[in-house]
């Protein structure tokens, strides 16, 4: 039966790095994204891969830190966290995109958000905290 789980969080300091997993048995032909969530606030978008690897996703505030990447093989989405803020801190949640390709629309602000209403299958989260 298809399922999605994470791992990786943990507790770490400003500046380390964390690799989450996310074991999506059954769902690498879909598009699959990171959120992230902190007490109070929406849950955000993150990171997003297509199926054919041909499209990412970075949630701004993340680029040039986060990578995201696919092993088909293992049937697992990474994401590694390197320069780790305090403001990274939360539950890291994956999910399952319902098409190829992550769904994503234009805020009114102009940029660009992953749709979490076409993400289906979730994960239970993994916790980071990046804390001195």
């Known amino acids: 039966q298809p399922q999605v789980v994470e791992s990786g969080g943990g507790l770490v300091q400003p500046g380390d790095s964390l690799r989450l997993s996310c074991a999506a048995s059954g769902f690498m032909n879909y598009a699959i994204g990171w959120f992230r969530q902190v007490p109070g606030k929406e849950r955000e978008g993150v990171s997003c891969?297509?199926?054919?690897?041909?499209?990412?996703f970075y949630l701004d505030s993340v680029k040039g830190r986060f990578t995201i990447s696919r092993d088909d093989a293992k049937e697992t989405v990474y994401l590694q966290m390197d320069s780790l803020k305090p403001e990274d801190t939360g539950v890291y949640y994956c999910?399952?995109?319902?098409?190829?390709?992550?769904?994503?629309?234009?805020?009114?602000?102009?940029?660009?958000?992953?749709?979490?209403?076409?993400?289906?299958?979730w994960g239970q989260g993994t916790q980071v905290t990046v804390s001195s």
């Open positions: 891969l297509s199926s054919g690897d041909d499209f990412t």
């Open positions: 999910a399952v995109d319902h098409g190829a390709y992550c769904s994503a629309y234009v805020s009114s602000k102009g940029n660009l958000i992953l749709s979490i209403n076409d993400f289906q299958s």
